[in-house]
């Protein structure tokens, strides 16, 4: 046998004689190493370990998420045609989809709308502007009416909305808020709400969808983008849509969901829900409201509008045409119609 460095290994006899000779001394060193002070049957070797820390570790901050935007309340502007029925649409569609951490809920929207001296059962009929969201902001990116009448008025709010979930997760969304009002003094009143429903996303977007989807120069709120993903919007829409983007920048206000079923104050179906028609409200960035924007844009629009193959262009300017193509009531002063037959 050898030891480590290569030498004779001594015999045990030798080991013990050694010890014997050193001494009590030289027997308690022994002792210690071979870790006897336990007990003689114990043979592992001692194990040092550093004393536990007394320091209580500081917790880990939560970093806090930043403030959802708030954009300021809509408020019409100047050329507006009844403008406190759009301002009391808008009041009550902010009050529905946006409130503070601890806000959410049924009854807490409730409240929010009684505040507003409307029936608070509207609240009940808010739909996707109220998702199941800790806290929500909204933006009210434009109202413009679905018909006003002396007596009746539809006004709808385009929103987009942020939420916040109680995990710290965001996300943004938005719809589209058909609001039915009534006279009533001192103002006039909530009647009913009917929230877009644009249904879900195709499959597989037509090409014409996605050219429409990436182009630049065609604005569209949350509402009109799940239209067109859902595939049930016809192609003459997107055709118009992309050959108007060529002279135009066109900011859509509505186009499938959102809008009344019938033309207002008919029974005649409108083309909107039929997937067959779109609203602009602002064209290069000049509201159609505005007295301010020349009329001669919003007429080379409409026109240009017609040469894309509407049969049916509405705004504020009257323009005369072969078989009634061109019309213009309160209802459209503030946005143009393109609507189509197929």
Same mark, same amino acid.
């Given at each position: 046998m050898t030891s480590?460095d290569?030498?004779p290994?001594p015999g045990?006899?030798t080991?013990?004689? +050694?010890g ?11 002792l /210690?190493? +071979?870790?006897?002070s336990?007990g003689?049957k ?5 194990v040092t ?8 570790p500081?917790?880990?901050?939560t970093p806090?998420?930043?403030p959802?935007p708030?954009p300021p309340?809509w408020q019409?502007?100047?050329?507006e ?5 759009k ?6 569609v902010?009050?529905?989809?946006a409130?503070p ?6 009854e807490?929207?409730r409240?929010r709308v ?7 059962g509207?609240?009940?009929q808010?739909?996707?502007?109220a998702p ?10 434009d109202a413009?009416y /679905? /018909?006003i ?5 539809s006004?709808l709010v ?6 916040r ?5 965001t996300?943004?969304?938005?719809t589209t808020v058909?609001?039915?009002? !009534?006279?009533a003094?001192p ?6 709400l009917?929230p877009?429903?644009?249904?879900p996303?195709?499959?597989?977007a037509?090409p ?20 067109l993903r859902s595939g049930l919007v016809?192609?003459?829409v997107? +055709?118009?849509?992309l050959?108007l983007?060529g002279?135009?920048?066109?900011t859509?206000?509505v ?13 005649r179906?409108?083309d909107?829900?039929? !997937?067959?028609?779109?609203d ?10 505005d007295p301010?924007?020349?009329?001669r844009?919003?007429e080379s629009?409409?026109?240009?509008a017609?040469?894309?193959g509407?049969y ?6 009257a ?8 019309f213009?009531?309160d209802?459209?002063h ?9």
């Amino acid at each position: 046998m050898t030891s480590g460095d290569g030498g004779p290994a001594p015999g045990r006899r030798t080991v013990l004689r +050694a010890g014997a000779g050193a001494g009590a001394g030289a027997a308690a060193v022994l002792l /210690g190493v +071979a870790g006897c002070s336990g007990g003689a049957k114990s043979r592992a070797p001692a194990v040092t370990s550093a004393p536990a820390s007394t320091e209580v570790p500081s917790p880990t901050a939560t970093p806090t998420p930043p403030p959802l935007p708030n954009p300021p309340l809509w408020q019409p502007g100047p050329g507006e045609i009844q403008p406190d029925v759009k301002r009391r649409a808008v009041e009550l569609v902010a009050a529905l989809g946006a409130w503070p951490p601890g806000g959410q809920g049924a009854e807490a929207a409730r409240a929010r709308v009684a505040a507003l001296g409307l029936p608070p059962g509207l609240a009940d009929q808010a739909g996707p502007l109220a998702p199941v969201a800790a806290e929500a902001s909204l933006e009210v990116v434009d109202a413009q009416y /679905g /018909g006003i009448l002396a007596d009746s008025a539809s006004v709808l709010v385009v929103c987009r909305q942020w939420t916040r979930q109680s995990d710290g997760s965001t996300a943004v969304g938005g719809t589209t808020v058909d609001v039915r009002l !009534g006279r009533a003094e001192p103002r006039w009143t909530v009647t009913a709400l009917h929230p877009g429903e644009p249904g879900p996303e195709a499959a597989s977007a037509a090409p014409a969808v996605a050219r429409v989807l990436a182009e630049p120069r065609i604005e569209l709120p949350p509402e009109a983008v799940a239209d067109l993903r859902s595939g049930l919007v016809h192609d003459t829409v997107t +055709a118009a849509m992309l050959r108007l983007a060529g002279p135009y920048t066109l900011t859509v206000s509505v186009v499938r969901s959102g809008h009344p079923l019938d033309v207002f104050g008919t029974t005649r179906p409108s083309d909107h829900p039929l !997937g067959r028609a779109f609203d602009v409200w602002r064209i290069d960035g000049r509201a159609v409201v505005d007295p301010a924007t020349p009329r001669r844009l919003i007429e080379s629009f409409m026109r240009d509008a017609a040469a894309a193959g509407s049969y049916n262009v509405g705004g504020p300017v009257a323009i005369p045409g072969v078989g009634n193509q061109f019309f213009t009531d309160d209802t459209h002063h503030d946005h143009v119609h393109v609507g189509f037959n197929s």
